[in-house]
């Protein structure tokens, strides 16, 4: 394929208004970012189509065209009025490039922007669509894995969701090895946060987070800091006020951090269909109980919201306030029209984009409001971590040898854990530093250095942190010891209970660890150790040494404790080992 270059271009690698590439004329700049720009173009017959055309500086590398190819193999797939195919590609040629058919409507997010939450009859409509779309989508084997506003295109009133740039082939690991995901971290559902295999769940996850947008006109997880947003993700903790009381629970249970507990995809469009005939959705699927504030954030004035199922008497009576907004109604257009393609998860490298793929700036919703400003840049962060391998066995084998030394040397494991504690919540905060930074300004030859300098603090915080972190795993570990040894009296059936006993300690250094992972604080802990883990083990290959290393620690220090007999409380004496002696 070649370009006929009719004007001057804007920049070096720039494709002007009026060029021809292919056999398509390119009418307007729709968005751009690192890998790639997208255009409003014209075909030989004069139906308006989208070109995505990779930039020069990556158009020559074998990954880049990769990721182009995967994308066009994903599209063809799919055959759905919601979701409409590529039409043309040219992966080899000098200047890659797919085509897609062109969306003239606004993003759903621009639309409620203007217009206001939707009423019932909208938000039902919007639901069914999303939900045909999915049903075709998870057909193919295919999983959206970043359904949000931003990627749903409003045409009539009906959507058509978009972006297709980072979908995950049921059959395809390739895209688990990249280690960058992007998206908006309030629509990353918690499998994608945590890097856990995604699913058809996480799709409608996406549609729940997104049919709570419309219907309140807020994010679901709320804006702030990524941390923060994040933590709300993965605990489950959306805020659902304005939306009807009749459909938020099934939202909310849609909305559960865990994939086995959120409705079966049959039951959520059963529900919605109940929802618009007027009935209650707790018919239909399990009410989810709401989340407790964690005792951590008790400080923090962070709005949250109890989901509870409405009583028969209550729904009998009308609803204020129901009465359905008019969305912004694009004019028709021919059905020929549609998808452009967006960003790539490699452009994420390079920072964030511009892409702009409604009428008018800020066409994604993510990264620009409608003004061009920046109201969401606060929540869109470049974080290399989102995505990425969580070295859940190396994680397991190091809680073995945290039992393991538990019941052996008690006071070293107790020393080892808040050393672990330490340098996780210590890791956790400068990675996090580094990429709000390089995120806020780009990235700068200071990054390093300010990363040094901060280091002191962030050590300092963190042992803080920790050591007020470290008294609930303490609490538990020391109820676990002596719980445990009363039971194991009872499985004997003869004795007086010991807590200063090898079984016994490893159930306290077990809880002690759990506690400390999945505890007030634990989301910091997790990130961190995923860090530090990573870091060590960059591949897979090192990651089974180091797993088969510290699986044969814990077997070695448990052996030794079996040999003694009898726990070691060094560097303490035995006074701790008389303390633990119940009558």
């Not at 295999?197 to 219907?215: E, H, I, K, N, R």
């Not at 079966?264 to 007027?278: K, T």
Request: hydrophobic share 45%; aromatic share 4%.
């Amino acid at each position: 394929m070649t370009a006929e270059i009719l004007d001057e271009p804007e920049g070096r690698d720039a494709l002007p208004e009026h060029s021809l590439l292919g056999s398509y004329r390119l009418v307007q700049r729709l968005g751009e970012g690192g890998m790639g720009v997208v255009h409003l173009a014209l075909d030989r017959q004069g139906k308006a189509v989208a070109i995505k055309v990779l930039r020069p500086h990556v158009a020559h590398d074998p990954a880049a065209r990769a990721r182009l190819s995967r994308e066009v193999d994903t599209l063809s797939r799919i055959r759905s009025p919601r979701v409409a195919p590529v039409i043309d590609a040219d992966i080899d040629g000098e200047r890659p490039f797919i085509v897609t058919r062109y969306v003239p409507g606004p993003p759903l997010d621009e639309v409620v922007g203007s217009s206001g939450p939707m009423g019932a009859d909208d938000l039902h409509r919007l639901g069914r669509g999303l939900a045909e779309a999915l049903d075709v989508i998870h057909e193919s084997d295919v999983v959206h894995r970043d359904l949000k506003p931003g990627n749903v295109l409003m045409v009539d009133g009906d959507p058509v969701v978009i972006d297709f740039g980072i979908a995950h082939v049921t059959d395809d690991i390739r895209l688990t090895m990249t280690g960058l995901v992007m998206g908006t971290p309030g629509y990353l559902s918690p499998e994608v946060v945590e890097g856990q295999p995604v699913s058809p769940a996480t799709d409608w996850w996406g549609w729940a987070a997104t049919l709570a947008y419309a219907a309140s006109g807020h994010p679901p997880f709320g804006r702030g800091p990524m941390d923060v947003v994040l933590n709300r993700v993965t605990t489950g903790d959306p805020d659902l006020r304005g939306v009807d009381e009749r459909i938020s629970p099934l939202l909310y249970a849609a909305l559960s951090p865990d994939p086995q507990d959120r409705p079966d995809q049959r039951d959520v469009v059963a529900a919605l269909e109940r929802y618009a005939h007027g009935g209650l959705v707790t018919d239909v699927i399990q009410v989810r109980p709401p989340v407790p504030p964690p005792a951590a954030t008790q400080s923090f004035s962070v709005p949250r919201t109890a989901v509870m199922p409405l009583s028969r008497a209550v729904t009998a009576a009308p609803i204020a306030g129901l009465a359905p907004v008019t969305p912004i109604r694009p004019a028709p257009m021919p059905a020929q029209t549609l998808l452009p393609a967006r960003q790539d998860p490699a452009d994420l490298v390079f920072g964030p984009r511009h892409d702009q793929l409604g009428p008018g700036p800020g066409g994604d919703g993510t990264a620009y409001g409608q003004d061009g400003n920046a109201p969401w840049a606060g929540e869109q962060r470049l974080d290399p971590r989102i995505g990425r391998a969580s070295r859940s066995g190396t994680v397991g084998a190091l809680l073995a040898v945290l039992v393991a030394a538990a019941a052996t040397a008690p006071v070293v494991a107790a020393a080892g854990l808040l050393l672990w504690l330490v340098l996780a919540r210590t890791t956790d905060r400068s990675v996090t530093s580094l990429i709000m930074r390089r995120h806020d300004r780009g990235v700068r030859r200071s990054d390093v250095p300010v990363a040094v300098l901060a280091g002191p603090w962030h050590l300092l915080v963190g042992l803080l942190a920790s050591l007020f972190g470290a008294v609930m795993p303490a609490l538990i570990a020391v109820s676990g010891v002596f719980c445990a040894a009363l039971v194991v009296v009872a499985v004997q059936g003869t004795g007086s209970p010991e807590p200063n006993a090898l079984v016994p300690l490893a159930v306290g250094g077990l809880l002690a660890g759990l506690m400390a992972w999945w505890g007030p604080g634990g989301a910091s802990v997790r990130r961190g150790t995923r860090s530090i883990v990573r870091g060590l083990t960059p591949g897979p290959s090192a990651s089974r040494v180091v797993v088969l290393l510290l699986l044969v620690t814990a077997a070695a220090v448990a052996a030794a404790g079996v040999v003694t007999g009898e726990p070691s409380w060094w560097p303490t004496g035995t006074a701790w080992a008389d303390r633990l002696t119940l009558p």
